[in-house]
């Protein structure tokens, strides 16, 4: 599976929109890019993926840009229990395992 | 959704005894279930991959008869950590995938995770 990079930390005031990077400059065509979060002291909840296509779910937009090396997730209105670290995997389809890298510490403050 | 439970949430246990750790999906049955293991402020680390009724997939580096992973049924999996040291001290989560008809291969859910302390 590619590899992919975040940076290690961002702030985000409470009701704005958080915007969450994510380089993956060695995705194949067939990988999809997946976007987990975690709360401190809790297990990974699954937030959003996609393949080429903007996607929006009640969480969460992810826009991939046109030559699919890097995304963005997207909270619109970000709440203090937004605060986790996010995680961005790359992967092929559903049966592959989930690598989990460093992911970005989102800290959403009042 | 669905949802999937470890228990025990947190256990402490002497140097040298073992631990036994549940993962049940409760409302959906899970072929596949998968053991990973977090250090403090690390990353998620896969340990194994367990099919039902089959014998689970260690990761390079996890030792197979140290984590003893069963997978007797569909919806529960067990860790059982043999001959505990401080060293195996971590957070201990699990994560299920649906099977059967209409189950979707791109979900994975993940338990709340387990604590181990061993002193």
């Known amino acids: 599976d590619a590899k992919t990079t975040q940076p290690p930390s961002m702030d985000c005031a409470e009701g704005r929109a958080a915007n969450l990077p994510c380089n993956h400059s060695?995705?194949?065509?067939?990988?999809?890019v997946y976007w987990y979060r975690q709360i401190h002291s809790q297990g990974p909840q699954y937030i959003i993926h996609g393949l080429k296509n903007n996607e929006t779910n009640e969480m969460a937009s992810l826009i991939i840009t046109e030559d699919r090396k890097s995304s963005t997730l997207i909270l619109p209105h970000a709440t203090l229990r937004d605060t986790a670290v996010y995680y961005c995997?790359?992967?092929?389809?559903?049966?592959?395992?989930?690598?989990f890298g460093k992911g970005t510490m989102l800290l959403v403050s009042p | 959704g669905a949802v999937v439970s470890q228990h025990p949430s947190w256990v402490i246990c002497k140097s040298g005894t073992s631990v036994k750790i549940e993962c049940r999906s409760l409302?959906?049955?899970?072929?596949?279930m998968f053991w990973y293991r977090q250090f403090p402020k690390q990353s998620l680390m896969l340990m194994a991959t367990s099919n039902e009724g089959s014998k689970a997939t260690y990761e390079q580096g996890v030792e197979k008869d140290k984590f003893l992973i069963n997978h007797a049924s569909l919806t529960l999996s067990t860790l059982t950590v043999t001959s505990a040291h401080p060293e195996d001290s971590s957070f201990y989560i699990c994560s299920a995938r649906p099977g059967g008809s209409g189950a979707s291969p791109y979900e994975q859910y993940f338990g709340p995770g387990t604590r181990l302390t061993v002193t």
């Open positions: 995997i790359v992967r092929v389809g559903g049966y592959s395992t989930l690598t």
């Open positions: 409302d959906f049955q899970a072929t596949t």
């Open positions: 060695t995705i194949s065509g067939n990988e999809y």
